[in-house]
């Protein structure tokens, strides 16, 4: 029974089949990037555990604590918090915690002291984004100052992290200058006496591309749902399909306008078909006049401007009834449109889409049959491509809420540095 008017469906299998691929090109070392909800689709911890990630990435210390609140007891990083986040907390919690800078590493070693044990950090740098990390001048004292706090028993230094700008490009030179930068920090931190051991530059683009191959683990978010930012490989999938229900159909006689502005008048009779999300559901205004759905198997235009709840479509000699279903955006091998055509049309990038699909949009996971899409198999590949019985996505599909608990993981008190 549906639950929504429209429905996002997040295909497991493509999300746990991206996970084994990306796995293995990051030598086995996967950091599952969920932050923002896991980029709006709510919980696929437990899928892409299973699938070969070892650990998870998020930014704020809010969403770590979400994790260890619905029992995920693998190694848990924040890297972006403002200064009076709860750290005192997330020590307590085994929550590894970003340093970028002296404010937040005396803060963090204050909240150690108040809980009793010492604060696992990865020490941030600046390796050329010009936002998050420490700037390269600053970070010789960083890592000094640190070192007093490990030697003082309020921190650990278990990691140095960075991230790169360019790495959807891989014949960038900026790739050349930003692994220098990391490669130099590291050497400075060891020469003030810390021993990190997790050491990661790598995101989804760095992982594909190559451009940050050598360290680990790798920070894998969007390539998840199978976008590859660097747009030179096809080993992922699309992992999500957003539907919606005809809620009206009419005949339009040749000059009837449609929406605000009459931005867009029909040129001849036709038929109009009312779907009911908008903007407030993630479908991006810019894409007005540009944008296309899947009607019966063809392709119709999205017409007039999007409105906050609902869009227009243009179905032509077709007059569609009331609750008949529409393909919004989905892997694209059935002919509708994909979340790399709304980007396009948008004007922006991938994550943008499928991160503004809204809270109305109801969630399902659902395991779709693989047998007609094989995959050839990458070096080292484990084999995660089934669903297994009893698993959350064993029924072929169900509605689920968007924060149900995770199963509960073995706990870890440290990020590998294998």
């Not at 937040?104 to 740098?125: D, K, N, S």
């Not at 609902?310 to 449109?337: A, C, I, W």
Request: charged letters at 20%; glycine letters at 10%.
């Amino acid at each position: 029974m549906r639950t929504s008017a429209s429905e996002l469906v997040v295909h497991e299998d493509a999300l746990r089949e991206n996970t084994a691929r990306l796995r293995a090109l990051s030598g086995g070392r996967l950091m599952a990037v969920l932050k923002a909800d896991a980029f709006g689709h709510g919980d696929v911890a437990s899928a892409v555990l299973e699938a070969g990630a070892d650990s998870i990435g998020v930014t704020s210390v809010d969403e770590a604590l979400a994790f260890r609140q619905a029992d995920v007891g693998v190694p848990i990083l924040s890297w972006l918090n403002p200064p009076g986040a709860d750290f005192e907390t997330a020590v307590r919690e085994r929550i590894d915690l970003a340093v970028p800078g002296l404010e937040l590493l005396f803060e963090i070693a204050r909240a150690a002291r108040a809980a009793g044990t010492a604060a696992r950090v990865h020490l941030h740098i600046d390796v050329g984004t010009g936002r998050d990390g420490c700037p390269p001048r600053d970070w010789a004292t960083l890592c000094a100052l640190a070192r007093e706090q490990e030697a003082a028993g309020a921190i650990r230094v278990v990691g140095v992290m960075g991230h790169m700008s360019c790495a959807d490009d891989p014949l960038s030179g900026q790739n050349v200058r930003e692994r220098l930068v990391f490669e130099n920090a590291i050497r400075t931190a060891r020469r003030r006496a810390l021993r990190p051991h997790v050491l990661h530059l790598a995101a989804t683009a760095a992982t594909i591309t190559g451009a940050g191959a050598g360290y680990g683990p790798h920070r894998i978010g969007a390539g998840l749902f199978g976008i590859d930012p660097s747009r030179t490989s096809d080993v992922l999938r699309p992992a999500l399909t957003l539907t919606s229900t005809v809620v009206s159909s009419r005949e339009a006689p040749a000059g009837t306008g449609v929406g605000y502005g009459h931005d867009f008048v029909t040129p001849e009779r036709t038929h109009l078909a009312l779907l009911p999300l908008g903007y407030a559901d993630g479908l991006p205004r810019a894409a007005s006049g540009q944008a296309e759905v899947l009607v019966r198997g063809e392709r119709r235009p999205l017409v007039g401007r999007f409105s906050m709840d609902m869009v227009v479509v243009d179905t032509g000699d077709m007059l569609l009834r009331p609750g008949e279903r529409v393909t919004v955006f989905g892997p694209g091998r059935d002919g509708e449109p994909t979340v790399a055509e709304w980007a396009a049309w948008s004007h922006t990038i991938e994550h943008e889409i499928v991160t503004a699909v809204g809270s109305r949009t109801s969630r399902i996971r659902r395991t779709l049959d693989t047998s007609n899409h094989p995959t050839t198999s990458l070096p080292g590949e484990t084999a995660c491509l089934s669903t297994p019985a009893g698993s959350p996505s064993s029924e072929a599909a169900r509605t689920t809420s968007t924060r149900s608990p995770s199963p509960r993981r073995p706990p870890s008190h440290a990020l590998s540095g294998r």
